[in-house]
């Protein structure tokens, strides 16, 4: 995933293109917006859980071991669905992304919860902090990509004064977008890698 995109004779790494959009003032406020979602559901997730329920909600039995091939495929592809539909409010004037956002990471915020009551924060992040926080920022860049036209097309009101070219602020914003979704899918896939890894070595 070093190279994304190439334009012309010129190669587009991921961190050229997440630099760029660092700088941009539409993309910074769809990514807080985004975190900011995140972190709401999350807490809210967390805090619907209490010790007890946690305790009772531990099913018998842990899983076999699986090998890498085992665990990857589908790893990535239940990421790469919560990643889409996280995107999807670029469709949707970035509703969707608000949405996805709020449900995906109250569940995130309540299995956290679960698992912190019954083995503590240390061995949560033992077992995944390699991987974790990849795939929990690829899922805030792709739902920062989702609303960032209607960011961008918000900011073109306020700053030109013009309505008549909001659709089209929208429609290019939407090309750019892409770039940003591409670059929440290689973090993604990183994390669907290491998580594999882990797990074929237990």
């Known amino acids: 995933m070093k190279r994304l995109f190439r334009r012309g004779n010129q190669a587009v790494s991921m961190t050229a293109v997440l630099g760029r959009a660092a700088r941009n003032q539409?993309?910074?406020v769809a990514f807080l917006a985004s975190?900011?979602?995140?972190g709401g559901g999350v807490a809210i997730g967390y805090s619907s859980i209490s010790a007890e329920w946690a305790g009772r909600?531990?099913?018998?039995g842990g899983a076999g071991a699986e090998n890498f091939d085992g665990s990857f495929f589908p790893i990535l592809i239940q990421n790469l669905s919560a990643a889409m539909f996280l995107y999807s409010g670029v469709l949707t004037?970035?509703?969707?992304?608000v949405v996805g956002m709020g449900l995906v990471s109250v569940y995130i915020g309540a299995t956290a919860?679960?698992?912190?009551?019954?083995?503590?924060?240390?061995?949560?992040?033992?077992?995944?902090g390699a991987y974790v926080f990849l795939e929990f920022g690829?899922?805030?860049?792709?739902a920062a990509a989702g609303l960032y036209p209607i960011a961008a097309a918000a900011r073109h009101v306020f700053t030109e004064g013009a309505t008549t070219a909001v659709a089209g602020a929208y429609l290019?914003?939407?090309?750019?977008?892409?770039?940003?979704?591409a670059c929440a899918v290689g973090l993604i896939l990183a994390g669907a890698a290491i998580e594999a890894t882990v797990i074929a070595l237990r």
């Open 26 to 28: 539409s993309f910074i």
């Open 35 to 38: 975190l900011l979602i995140f």
């Open 57 to 60: 909600s531990l099913t018998a």
């Open 93 to 97: 004037l970035g509703l969707m992304s």
């Open 113 to 128: 919860a679960v698992g912190i009551h019954n083995v503590g924060v240390g061995q949560i992040l033992g077992h995944t």
């Open 138 to 142: 690829g899922c805030i860049v792709a």
């Open 172 to 181: 290019s914003s939407a090309y750019t977008s892409l770039k940003i979704f």
